[in-house]
């Protein structure tokens, strides 16, 4: 049998059962006498069974009262963990936050955040998966993360794209080179004779790039293609080629032997953005660690 009671109502009842006695029962719950009795009338009515013996001179806990004592009290505790377990969460003390990011950002701003975030919240568990665009939406619909940090606004009604920044792209070219030679702004066509070294299509990367070249009249034809920042900074840095890279990517694969210049004509922005389940509301530690991934995404954007 089921029966309707609120915890205020069996906390009546333990407290009437720790005390023994109506009137310091009634103090301690700042309640009248008549309210406590009321509250154990109720709840014995809805046991079918008495949990209290009275008299005139004393209150004892029946058989039955014994058993149902032990039995809240243990519900008390659940209820109370229960209450904490969600305090802890929404107060930033426990927790886990599962963040999908474009490699470009996963090397730059998301450990800074990451960091700053675990300083302020080390009970929080971080997880990252660095991953392209089209993984990372697959890992969010799947729930395997929170969010996804990318530069692509998926076409899916199920997902909800907002805003982070955007950066530019720039040229990598040995220090060597003759055009690292100028801190001027380069053209894209200028380049359109260098060996290029790129990202795979569909990468954000190589769409950016083939549609700048276009919008020249231009054919985009890398000589090389790789998959990795690190082995483009290398081959760029071994005076294998050039590379057009958005400015969080050049940040990764820059070195003391590779150099970076704009690229204009034209200036193409990257646009970055949150990428979260329509309808799934974030937690208070991802909500919290967003606001701390665009600062630091803005402030390396910034300082390029």
Same mark, same amino acid.
């Given at each position: 049998?089921?029966?309707?009671?609120?915890?205020?109502?069996? #906390?009546?009842?333990?407290?009437?059962?720790?005390?023994?006695?109506?009137?310091?029962?009634?103090?301690? !719950? %700042?309640?009248?006498?008549?309210?406590?009795?009321?509250?154990?009338?109720?709840?014995?009515?809805?046991?079918?069974?008495?949990?209290?013996?009275?008299?005139?001179?004393?209150?004892?806990?029946?058989?039955?009262?014994?058993?149902?004592?032990?039995?809240?009290?243990?519900?008390?505790?659940?209820?109370?963990?229960?209450?904490?377990?969600?305090?802890?969460?929404?107060?930033?003390?426990?927790? +886990?936050?599962?963040?999908?990011?474009?490699?470009?950002?996963?090397?730059?701003?998301?450990?800074?955040?990451?960091?700053?975030?675990?300083?302020? %919240?080390?009970?929080?568990?971080?997880?990252?998966?660095?991953?392209?665009?089209?993984?990372?939406?697959?890992?969010?619909?799947?729930?395997?993360?929170?969010?996804? @940090?990318?530069?692509?606004?998926?076409?899916?009604?199920?997902?909800?794209?907002?805003?982070?920044?955007? #950066?530019?792209?720039?040229?990598?070219?040995?220090?060597?080179?003759?055009?690292?030679?100028?801190?001027?702004?380069?053209?894209?066509?200028?380049?359109? #004779? !260098?060996?290029?070294?790129?990202?795979?299509?569909?990468?954000?990367?190589?769409?950016?790039?083939?549609?700048?070249?276009? %919008?020249?009249? @231009?054919?985009?034809?890398?000589?090389?293609?790789?998959?990795?920042?690190?082995?483009?900074?290398?081959?760029?840095?071994?005076?294998?080629?050039?590379? *057009?890279?958005?400015?969080?990517?050049?940040?990764?694969? +820059?070195?003391?032997?590779?150099?970076?210049?704009?690229?204009?004509?034209?200036?193409?922005?990257?646009?970055?953005?949150?990428?979260?389940?329509?309808? +799934?509301?974030?937690?208070?530690?991802?909500?919290? !660690?967003?606001?701390?991934?665009?600062?630091?995404?803005?402030?390396?954007?910034? *300082?390029?």
């Amino acid at each position: 049998m089921l029966i309707n009671c609120s915890l205020r109502e069996l #906390d009546v009842f333990l407290t009437l059962a720790e005390t023994l006695n109506y009137r310091r029962a009634a103090e301690r !719950l %700042h309640l009248s006498q008549p309210a406590v009795s009321g509250v154990i009338t109720r709840l014995e009515l809805s046991l079918g069974s008495a949990l209290f013996e009275r008299s005139t001179r004393a209150v004892r806990l029946t058989e039955a009262g014994a058993v149902f004592v032990e039995r809240v009290r243990l519900l008390r505790q659940q209820a109370n963990a229960a209450v904490q377990a969600v305090r802890d969460i929404s107060e930033l003390r426990e927790g +886990r936050v599962r963040v999908a990011a474009l490699p470009s950002l996963a090397a730059t701003a998301v450990p800074a955040a990451f960091a700053r975030f675990g300083a302020a %919240h080390p009970g929080v568990r971080l997880e990252l998966l660095d991953s392209l665009s089209n993984p990372a939406f697959d890992s969010v619909r799947a729930g395997q993360a929170d969010f996804a @940090l990318t530069a692509a606004n998926p076409a899916y009604a199920d997902l909800e794209y907002a805003p982070l920044g955007e #950066d530019r792209f720039v040229l990598l070219l040995p220090a060597s080179h003759p055009l690292a030679k100028s801190r001027r702004p380069l053209r894209w066509d200028e380049t359109q #004779d !260098l060996p290029h070294i790129s990202m795979p299509a569909p990468t954000s990367v190589r769409q950016y790039t083939e549609e700048a070249f276009l %919008h020249n009249g @231009l054919r985009f034809a890398p000589r090389y293609e790789v998959e990795h920042l690190a082995t483009i900074n290398a081959m760029v840095a071994a005076g294998l080629g050039v590379a *057009a890279l958005p400015e969080l990517a050049a940040l990764v694969a +820059r070195g003391p032997k590779v150099l970076s210049r704009s690229l204009i004509a034209p200036v193409m922005p990257r646009p970055l953005g949150l990428v979260t389940l329509r309808g +799934r509301r974030l937690s208070p530690a991802a909500e919290a !660690l967003v606001v701390m991934l665009r600062e630091e995404t803005l402030a390396l954007i910034a *300082a390029s």
